[in-house]
């Protein structure tokens, strides 16, 4: 059975940080899907842990963009003291591209979380 993003067991910290990605990331991207994967979707995460993110958009990212969106989730990390990871993807690219054919692609159809 699938997590909802608030059975997720996260630190205070982690969790207003992930919210907060998701906020900056849709007030300037056209995103679709914002998803938790990885150890933390799994339940397996440990102190050591990253929380790995998986943003799927609407429209094609340019280098610029993806750039941007690393920019926002570096603050992020430092104003909450967290350490996320971002993978970014386009719909089309995620569903149909080269994405749906590597591992990270069923991870993340088994394991994710939706924001």
Do not use: C
């Not at 300037?28 to 998986?54: I, K, P, T, W």
């Amino acid at each position: 059975m699938r997590l909802e993003f608030d059975d997720l067991v996260l630190a205070k910290e982690y969790r207003e940080a992930v919210l907060e990605a998701k906020k900056r990331l849709t007030e300037q991207y056209a995103v679709e899907l914002l998803v938790v994967f990885g150890s933390v979707a799994r339940g397996e995460a440990d102190e050591e842990s990253d929380l790995d993110l998986l943003v799927i958009t609407k429209e094609m990212v340019t280098h610029r963009d993806r750039n941007v969106m690393s920019d926002i989730i570096f603050d992020v990390n430092y104003a909450y003291g967290t350490n996320l990871s971002l993978v970014v993807v386009d719909t089309f690219a995620w569903n149909k591209g080269v994405y749906s054919l590597i591992p990270l692609y069923s991870e993340v159809q088994r394991d994710g979380v939706i924001v």
